[in-house]
């Protein structure tokens, strides 16, 4: 049975290299996608077995675009395609319903066997994968319904935190210092009741911040 896929990446390359490396196989590339806007476009008009989508886009979050493709298409098998080894990524892919996490510089038979699995119902989750992100998904003291008196420039803060971006990266965005963003940080957990970035990312998802 041909395995239709949507190839959903910003670099041309990548999008080349994954049609080629599916020749001569069952999964065929029925469409791509350089953007995510463009990815939810097409997943809205044909029709798929499963999305390989990048985690980083220019014109947005691909963990936003998962999102939004499970609520819209719940049936949908949504594999995460990324160059960063990032436990908050994984966190809030695992929180959204992807099928599972591989990175760009995985073997060819990796890939391939991921998207069989993934397209065939199977959540391709390893032990530790999830090993790594269960204190993230466990449920913090403070539960995601719970209104929390945060700052809007704290939940400025957590927002680009959820989006996965350093300290560095966050003051560099929100043009503030990197003192003031590990200051807003601390506060932040504090307040939602979790002890690490990845936890507070999480939170932010099942809050509908990001």
Do not use: C
């Not at 994954?18 to 590339?29: G, Q, Y």
């Amino acid at each position: 049975m041909t395995i239709r896929v949507l190839v959903a990446d910003d670099h041309q390359v990548v999008r080349s290299g994954l049609r080629s490396m599916f020749a001569d196989t069952e999964i065929e590339v029925v469409a791509e996608a350089a953007s995510g806007k463009d990815a939810l476009q097409v997943a809205s008009e044909t029709q798929l077995n499963l999305v390989l989508l990048d985690v980083r886009m220019p014109d947005g979050d691909g963990l936003n675009v998962l999102g939004r493709l499970k609520l819209d298409h719940p049936e949908l098998a949504v594999l995460m395609l990324s160059t960063y080894d990032n436990p908050t990524y994984v966190a809030r892919a695992v929180a959204l319903g992807a099928a599972g996490y591989v990175l760009k510089d995985a073997q060819h038979d990796v890939l391939l066997d991921a998207v069989r699995r993934a397209a065939a119902g199977e959540n391709i989750w390893t032990r530790e994968e999830l090993r790594r992100v269960t204190g993230a998904l466990a449920t913090p003291r403070l539960a995601s319904n719970v209104e929390v008196p945060l700052t809007q420039r704290e939940s400025e803060v957590l927002r680009q935190l959820a989006l996965g971006l350093t300290n560095k990266e966050i003051a560099q965005a929100l043009h503030i210092s990197y003192e003031t963003v590990k200051e807003h940080v601390q506060h932040i957990l504090r307040k939602i009741g979790v002890t690490d970035r990845t936890q507070a990312a999480v939170w932010a998802v099942r809050k509908g911040l990001v």
